[in-house]
T-cell receptor
Framework: DGGITQSPKYLFRKEGQNVTLSCEQN?????MYWYRQDPGQGLRLIYY???????QKGDIAEGYSVSREKKESFPLTVTSAQKNPTAFYLC????????????FGPGTRLTVT | AQKITQTQPGMFVQEKEAVTLDCTYD???????LFWYKQPSSGEMIFLIY??????QNATEGRYSLNFQKARKSANLVISASQLGDSAMYFC???????????FGKGTMLLVSP
């Protein structure tokens, strides 16, 4: 089945540690995205990538980093510089930047204590 | 700057009734797209319906329809014949022409009762 996988579903880390969230897609999509969702809020864009080895900052990129070494993979690293990292993180992809529909993964809930 | 406003934090509806979820948007662009997504308690985002700013007819997808009023800058989602499985958060989103990214509203929680 084609789709987007994010692992793990739940992730716990101590403050001051970097953590990497996985996102893999087998839809052959060029564009991939990372969003953050806080309770009672909509999604906010962290980073997006339109093609391998290229990515752009979104609205709230500070304290995050990404890489796009393979078309199907777009991992997100939450660094210790991110002041409020506890949140629900969603990865998405679309056929390209003009793609009408974004397909979302199941999300990773990160808790930092 | 783009902005999406969903003024209803929560809505209640009885099974089999229709419900309208409100969405207004703000943009200075002439070309844009409007989306509705459903987010069940599991957390995934499910695409429901899309309306382009130049589409002459309101979009429909099964029990979902989008009441698009361009002059009012509103894009309300209408769910006909609500089902218990429709209970979820619903998000309105917009993408401006030339931009790949979506701007989301804060969402409306819909609860469908038997």
């Amino acid at each position: 089945d084609g789709g987007i996988t994010q692992s793990p579903k739940y992730l716990f880390r101590k403050e001051g540690q970097n953590v990497t969230l996985s996102c893999e897609q087998n839809l052959n999509h060029d564009a991939m995205y990372w969003y953050r969702q806080d309770p009672g809020q909509g999604l906010r864009l962290i980073y997006y990538s339109q093609i391998v080895n290229d990515f752009q900052k979104g609205d709230i990129a500070e304290g995050y980093s990404v890489s796009r070494e393979k078309k199907e993979s777009f991992p997100l690293t939450v660094t210790s510089a991110q002041k409020n990292p506890t949140a629900f993180y969603l990865c998405a992809s679309s056929i390209d930047l003009e793609g009408r529909e974004q397909y979302f993964g199941p999300g990773t809930r990160l808790t930092v204590t | 700057a783009q902005k999406i406003t969903q003024t209803q934090p929560g809505m209640f509806v009885q099974e089999k009734e229709a419900v309208t979820l409100d969405c207004t948007y703000d943009t200075s662009d002439q070309s844009y797209g409007l989306f509705w997504y459903k987010q069940p308690s599991s957390g995934e985002m499910i695409f429901l319906i899309y309306q382009g700013s130049y589409d002459e007819q309101n979009a429909t997808e099964g029990r979902y329809s989008l009441n698009f009023q361009k002059a009012r800058k509103s894009a309300n989602l209408v769910i006909s014949a609500s089902q218990l499985g429709d209970s979820a958060m619903y998000f309105c989103a917009m993408r401006n022409s030339g931009y790949s990214t979506l701007t989301f509203g804060k969402g409306t929680m819909l609860l469908v009762s038997p």
